[in-house]
C-alpha cells in the first residue's frame, strides 16, 4: 500500500466514513498479491518508483489477465511487455480501453490521468528498420515510465551523413538508447557525439556471424565511448527502464 493509500484509509477513519476492523481488513492484505500462479509485488512502486512490470511470454492469457486485474484493482498502473497475439486478443476483450502496440509487443493501461509532466527526454536511436520492434519496446517503456521520448529510425553507420543529420536531437537528450545488430558499431560512434549517457541494445537481426546477436554485444561491450553501457541481445525494455530511471533521478535533482 503507497503512502498516499494509507492516509486515505486512515482519512476515512478519521472522519467515520470506516471502521477501525474495515481499516484493519484492508491493512492486512497481502503486499505479494499471491494468485497461486503468481505473486504480484505490490510494493514495488514504492521501493523502486515504478508498478511491477507484466513479462507476458510463457504465460497463459488468463494468467497476464489475472496480475492485470491484481495491479489495477491496487490503483496501479498495468503494463506489459512481449505481449503475444493470442495474449493481446484476450487482453483486448478484457480491457478495451489499454494501449497496445503490436509492433512493441506491449500492454498498457494506466489508471489514472499523469499528473506531473514528462520528466528527461530520452532519444531512441536504430541502426536499421529492422531494429524497429526493439527500439519500440524500449521507446514504450520510457513513456510509460514518465519520459519524453523521441524515436528516429534507420540511422546506421552504413549511411553516417544520416546519423549526423540527427546532431540536435542528439544534443539535446538527457539519454539515448541506440539499437542495432549485424555489427553493432552505431552506439560507439554515437556515444563519441553525446555528452549523456548511451544505452546500447543489440538485437538479433544480421545474418550468420552475428550468431543472433552475440556478435553486436560483442562488439558493444567493446565500445572505445566511455558514455556506452550494454543491455542484453533485444533488451528494448531494460534500456527503456534504465532510461526512465537515470530521467528520473535527474529531474528530482534539478529540484
Known amino acids: 500500500m503507497s503512502p498516499d493509500q494509507l492516509r486515505d484509509v486512515l482519512e476515512q477513519v478519521r472522519h467515520g466514513r470506516l471502521t477501525v476492523d474495515d481499516a484493519v481488513g484492508r491493512l492486512a492484505v497481502e503486499e505479494d498479491g499471491n494468485l497461486g500462479y503468481a505473486r504480484v509485488d505490490l510494493d514495488r512502486k514504492r521501493r523502486c518508483g515504478f508498478p511491477e512490470v507484466i513479462f507476458c511470454e510463457g504465460k497463459t492469457p488468463e494468467w497476464v489477465e489475472g496480475v492485470a486485474r491484481r495491479l489495477i484493482g491496487a490503483g496501479q498502473d498495468c503494463f506489459g511487455t512481449r505481449v503475444s497475439d493470442a495474449q493481446a486478443n484476450h487482453l483486448q476483450g478484457c480491457f478495451p480501453t489499454a494501449e497496445q502496440d503490436r509492433l512493441a509487443r506491449t500492454f498498457w493501461l494506466p489508471v489514472a490521468e499523469p499528473s506531473v509532466p514528462a520528466t528527461g527526454k530520452v532519444l531512441v536511436l536504430t541502426a536499421g528498420t529492422a531494429d524497429l520492434p526493439v527500439a519500440r519496446e524500449a521507446a514504450v517503456t520510457a513513456r510509460v515510465l514518465g519520459c519524453a521520448v523521441e524515436l528516429i529510425a534507420d540511422v546506421g553507420v552504413a549511411g553516417l551523413h544520416r546519423l549526423l543529420k ?80 537515470i530521467c528520473k533521478r535527474m529531474s528530482a535533482n534539478r529540484e
Open 166 to 245: 540527427q546532431r540536435d536531437n542528439i544534443n539535446n537528450a538527457d539519454v539515448i538508447i541506440v539499437v542495432a545488430g549485424m555489427d553493432g558499431a552505431l552506439p560507439s560512434v554515437v556515444g563519441g557525439l553525446a555528452d549523456c549517457p548511451v544505452i546500447a541494445v543489440p538485437t538479433s537481426i544480421g545474418y550468420g556471424a552475428a550468431f543472433q546477436g552475440l556478435a553486436p554485444l560483442l562488439t558493444m561491450l567493446n565500445a572505445c565511448s566511455a558514455s556506452v553501457t550494454v543491455v542484453n541481445i533485444d533488451a528494448g525494455f531494460k534500456a527503456g527502464y534504465s532510461a526512465a530511471l
